[in-house]
């Protein structure tokens, strides 16, 4: 036991030693002192056992009825003082206990980790303490040990991978994560880092529940790991529906994505109802050589309906104010020298996080344009007014990247040309309207040195990534 732990224990122990101290004063002053079938004087207490009338020798004082000679005697000084003493405690206990809600730092440590299982609250006393004192090394070796297998093996109520173990443990493992990391010696990781090796992914899909007959729907990936800082995760993703080829995503270093994968399907027919995918998940740790480590395969179904046309989903909004807003949503295409995905057009869908594309959606196709030449066609979507979330973004480009490579970006003029396109804008999620409009606008054209930055989600083919400003965090 630590010495602040001492500390405490010993402060709790005099509080209770006090506390019960000043209660038996009180009551003892109030009720001890009771006649037993003497006779007593209840004036100056003097012993009238064998007076022999109702008069006190002592001090003359003399009663009526016998009655009053075998009263209590209470001393009104001392049990005052002790109920003043122990209702300070109490104020003293409810200020720094339960008013501050630190009722837990009085507990011991094993005590805490033992009813971390029963604390479904993420944010409970327990949890908090717990966090509290591995964040201030106040554990020791074997109890930040205990606590931290207690958040790699869940519980019962909350099994590694599922959703509630990632509310509740998952945050807390990425709390320690990065310490971890930086303890290592070259890339061998520490022990705490090989107990995270077998967790799970928490795979999920999503997609809208209605989708027009003939629509190629959007199913988002979103995938939570808790590796070790520096590792890769791949999905092999095969969808158990006709016209769907299997496709590998990785995305970097077990960073979490902040935007999902967007996955097309094949267009739909009116007597689909179910999406199934099988999904194999692979990791490759920075200890590791060029060998992926198999982790979980899952079978997960996305349900839908099929239905209509997209005119019965989306009303156009053509409004002069939004489509100058989505100009300034266009930020232009960024170019490096080498490394993944050199190429890039950025947008920033954050401009349309206002109360004027309050359920509207964003969906349009746009042409790159130098001089004349159409030199690459992109699709950008994603859900605009408050809500604005990087998980609603979703894009894809047509090009030939063995010509755009070529290209000498400083030269000509460049210029982009964005319609809007209804069948787009219905994959941005379950909006009631969409932006309708079309415009031209020069475009800006950055070059940078060196290897452009890894995107967050990438499959083998990818030579070209669009990516949402806020998502890569890169000034263009």
């Not at 019962?156 to 971890?180: D, E, T």
């Not at 590792?231 to 095969?238: A, E, G, K, P, Y």
């Not at 002069?320 to 930020?331: G, N, S, Y």
């Not at 979703?394 to 990247?401: E, F, I, L, T």
Request: aromatic share 12%; proline share 5%; with cysteine.
């Amino acid at each position: 036991m630590k010495m602040i732990e001492l500390i405490y224990w010993l402060v709790w122990l005099g509080m209770i030693t006090l506390f019960l101290g000043s209660i038996y004063v009180a009551w003892k002053a109030w009720f001890g002192d009771r006649s037993r079938g003497r006779k007593r004087c209840p004036k100056c207490w003097y012993d009238m056992a064998y007076a022999t009338s109702m008069t006190c020798s002592e001090c003359g004082n003399t009663v009526q009825r016998v009655i009053e000679l075998t009263r209590t005697r209470r001393h009104l000084m001392k049990g005052l003082l002790g109920i003043v003493l122990s209702t300070c405690l109490i104020i003293a206990f409810n200020e720094t206990v339960l008013y501050q809600r630190n009722w837990a730092s009085y507990v011991p440590t094993r005590v805490l980790i033992w009813f971390l299982p029963v604390s479904s609250n993420p944010n409970s006393d327990v949890i908090n303490q717990l966090i509290s004192r591995a964040t201030f090394n106040k554990l020791s070796e074997v109890n930040y040990e205990r606590f931290i297998q207690r958040c790699v093996s869940g519980d019962s109520f909350a099994l590694p991978g599922s959703s509630s173990w990632s509310q509740k443990y998952g945050s807390i493992l990425n709390r320690f994560r990065p310490n971890w990391a930086a303890q290592r010696e070259g890339d061998t990781l520490t022990e705490l880092e090989e107990l995270l090796l077998d967790l799970p992914l928490h795979v999920t899909l999503t997609s809208r529940n209605f989708w027009p007959v003939g629509s190629q729907a959007q199913v988002n990936v979103q995938a939570l790991n808790w590796w070790p800082i520096g590792s890769d995760c791949r999905l092999r993703i095969t969808p158990k529906f006709a016209g769907a080829e299997p496709i590998s995503v990785y995305y970097n270093r077990a960073n979490t994505p902040r935007t999902g994968y967007s996955l097309l399907t094949p267009p739909l027919d009116a007597e689909t109802d179910t999406l199934e995918f099988v999904i194999e998940t692979f990791r490759l740790t920075p200890q590791d050589s060029d060998d992926w480590m198999p982790v979980s395969t899952v079978t997960i179904s996305v349900d839908l309906r099929v239905t209509g046309n997209v005119e019965d989903y989306l009303e156009p909004v053509n409004d002069p104010a939004m489509t100058e807003t989505l100009k300034r949503v266009i930020l232009g295409i960024s170019r490096w020298e080498s490394g993944p995905s050199p190429i890039r057009f950025y947008v920033s869908p954050r401009q349309t996080a206002n109360a004027n594309f309050r359920n509207v959606a964003i969906g349009f196709i746009s042409e790159i344009i130098r001089d004349d030449q159409v030199m690459m066609i992109d699709h950008c979507w994603w859900m605009g007014g408050d809500g604005v979330s990087r998980r609603n973004f979703g894009s894809w480009s047509d090009m030939d990247m063995d010509v755009f490579r070529k290209t000498d970006f400083s030269a000509g003029q460049w210029s982009i040309h964005v319609k809007s396109d209804p069948d787009l804008a219905l994959r941005a999620g379950d909006a009631l309207k969409y932006w309708e409009g079309e415009f031209t606008i020069p475009m800006p054209v950055r070059l940078f040195s060196g290897n452009a930055p890894v995107p967050h989600w990438w499959i083998e083919e990818d030579d070209l990534e669009v990516a949402d400003l806020d998502e890569t965090g890169s000034e263009v």
